[in-house]
């Protein structure tokens, strides 16, 4: 196991980012939600992962999702479910018409605002393309919009987000190893996280080894294979491999690949708004995945569930998803 891995006091383990010295949960409970749900829905199920034992909360400017976080927080202070801000480690991302230089700021500021917080914990670029400024809604691109991002001067405001204590920490999202070497090759603060698609049937074993060579932390989100999203599949709970395996160790399918994931070495951002499998998905840990469960697991076709083709267009930055993705497909 991961020699930064520590525990807390809720009995998930954290993970010490590279950069910046922070503890990071490395269960996080996420609050994107395919199709979008009403804000109390996402204010109570985000209290309820507090009354669990989460710490680490994931959200973004294009979920629409932290104004109910931050109500949550709050109530979750009042209640005396925390004590404070402090004991929780809260992630936001910034979206693609907000990746320009002159925007990024402003962009977290209105995230904090929304949040209600003097500051994040971790900042990433969720996606690595821009979109012409302007109003957004969550999963509606206009594919004129996409434009090439000028990857220098995002970054660096990136930095200076970190720089005036706007967030303790600044990563990426959806980054390949060679846009993360781009990054790497002008960054004066390195990408402390790279959040990305990883499952059991898309381990980004690639990835992976590169990241952890350059002291990048994954963060893995569709762990199940985005089940009951307009871009995901059910294959990965419909495995029998994984099926047969949960049976054996008297798991779940997800708990299962919850345990995997972090046998690998990499964290997780879980959502369910359900209040057992939110209980479910705390349970990973305190027990083991055998040698040959887990080649049984690295054994299984692979193929990646979000191809990124919202952003590729003949008239855009990228024109094939082989191109968005630099071959690691």
């Known amino acids: 196991m991961d020699s930064n891995f520590e525990t807390n006091c809720s009995s998930v383990p954290e993970h010490v980012l590279s950069w910046s010295g922070q503890k990071m949960p490395v269960l996080g409970f996420g609050t994107a939600v395919d199709p979008p749900v009403a804000s109390e829905v996402t204010k109570h199920a985000v209290l ?4 669990l034992g989460y710490r680490h909360f994931d959200t973004a400017s ?47 500021h209105k995230s904090l605002q929304n949040l209600k917080l003097e500051y994040l914990d971790l900042y990433l670029i969720h996606w690595p393309v821009s979109l012409k400024p302007g109003s957004f809604k969550f999963l509606e691109i206009n594919i004129h919009d996409v434009v090439p991002m ?55 074993k690639k990835l992976r080894e590169f990241c952890k060579a350059k ?11 985005a089940s009951g999203t307009a871009w995901g599949s059910n294959r990965v709970m419909e495995s029998g491999v994984l099926k047969e395996i949960a049976e054996t160790k008297g798991k779940t399918v997800a708990q299962v690949c919850g345990r995997w994931a972090y046998e690998t070495g990499v964290s997780m951002v879980v959502k369910s708004f359900n209040g057992e499998r939110m209980k479910q998905n705390l349970e990973i840990f305190g027990w083991s995945l055998s040698q ?32 968005f993705w630099d071959g690691e497909i």
Not at 48 to 51: E, G, L
């Open 215 to 225: 002291g990048i932390f994954i963060t893995a989100f569709s762990l199940l294979g």
């Open 48 to 51: 309820q992962a507090i009354k």
């Open 292 to 323: 040959d469960e887990v080649k049984r697991i690295d054994n299984m076709p692979q193929s990646r569930h979000h191809r990124g083709e919202e952003f590729i267009s003949q008239h855009g930055p990228y024109k094939t998803v082989e191109e």
């Open 62 to 108: 294009v979920y629409g999702t932290e104004q109910p976080v931050g109500e949550a927080i709050g109530e979750a202070i009042s209640l005396g479910l925390i004590k404070s801000r402090h004991e929780l480690f809260i992630t936001s991302k910034l979206w693609c018409n907000d990746a320009h230089a002159e925007l990024v700021v402003p962009a977290l």
């Open 150 to 204: 000028d990857f220098g001067s995002v970054w660096s405001a990136m930095e200076e987000c970190q720089k005036l204590g706007l967030t303790k920490s600044i990563g990426v999202s959806n980054f390949s190893c060679r846009k993360l070497a781009d990054i790497l090759s002008f960054a004066n603060i390195p990408p402390a996280v790279n959040q990305v698609e990883l499952n059991p049937m898309w381990n980004q």
